[in-house]
């Protein structure tokens, strides 16, 4: 089972530039979420998708678009990066329900230099 | 919006001793709360989970956690460290979405 896969695992980026971070899972789940995770931050919400169609904002989502394209891939998109943003991503999927366990993928390490 | 607060950045144990990391939360109505476990340069693993069927869950890896509504924790145990549980834990709280403590680092010493 594939779970949570996310693209890329790695990658440098110059101040200014632009990419998007791909993640689709495989479990059917209505809800997928967005991270990042700091040194002594925990992790923090940038945008979820509670169902296909739908998004909001998480605590950091300034710098930050997203897409959900269909109900399995969930787009996060740094339109012009900055330093503040190196960061390590991760994304997550739950089914709906409070009580439900999110899976994480193996996380995207970002630099911007 | 619910929160969580984890105790202490980083814990350090002898192998064999009590592991004890301690998250305290912040919620208007009784909670759903988790203990996720991540190893260097892996995403998050789910530890256990607590959804108002019992105060005392057992885990994965011989952890467990207690929910005590009166001092509003969810505290992790594990009775006896083993070298493969240096890692770092976060706990989480979940409503419409999942919430995260700042995280506690286990180092384990032989």
């Known amino acids: 089972n594939a779970g949570v896969t996310q693209t890329p695992k790695f990658q440098v980026l110059k101040t200014g530039q632009s990419m998007t971070l791909q993640c689709a899972q495989d479990?059917?789940?209505?809800?997928m979420y967005w991270y990042r995770q700091d040194p002594g931050m925990g992790l923090r919400l940038i945008y979820y998708?509670?169902?296909?169609?739908?998004?909001d904002k998480g605590e950091v989502p300034n710098g930050y678009n997203v897409s959900r394209l269909n109900k399995r891939e969930f787009s996060l998109r740094l339109e012009s990066a900055a330093p503040s943003q190196t960061s390590v991503y991760f994304c997550?999927?739950?089914?709906?329900?409070?009580?439900?366990?999110?899976?994480f993928g193996q996380g995207t390490r970002l630099t911007v230099v | 919006a619910q929160s969580v607060t984890q105790l202490g950045s980083h814990v350090s144990v002898s192998e064999g001793a009590l592991v004890l990391l301690r998250c305290n939360y912040s919620?208007?109505?009784?909670?759903?709360l988790f203990w996720y476990v991540q190893y260097p340069n892996q995403g998050l693993q789910l530890l256990l989970k607590?959804?108002?069927?019992?105060?005392l869950v057992k885990g994965i890896n011989g952890f467990e956690a207690e929910f005590k509504k009166s001092e509003t924790s969810f505290h992790l145990t594990k009775p006896s460290a083993h070298m493969s549980d240096a890692a770092e834990y976060f706990c989480?709280?979940?409503?419409?979405?999942?919430?995260f403590g700042a995280g506690t680092t286990v180092t384990v010493r032989a």
């Open positions: 998708s509670a169902s296909e169609g739908t998004t």
């Open positions: 919620s208007s109505v009784p909670p759903y």
């Open positions: 989480a709280v979940s409503d419409y979405k999942l919430s």
């Open positions: 997550a999927s739950s089914e709906v329900g409070s009580g439900t366990e999110a899976f």
């Open positions: 607590y959804t108002s069927a019992a105060t």
């Open positions: 479990m059917n789940h209505n809800s």
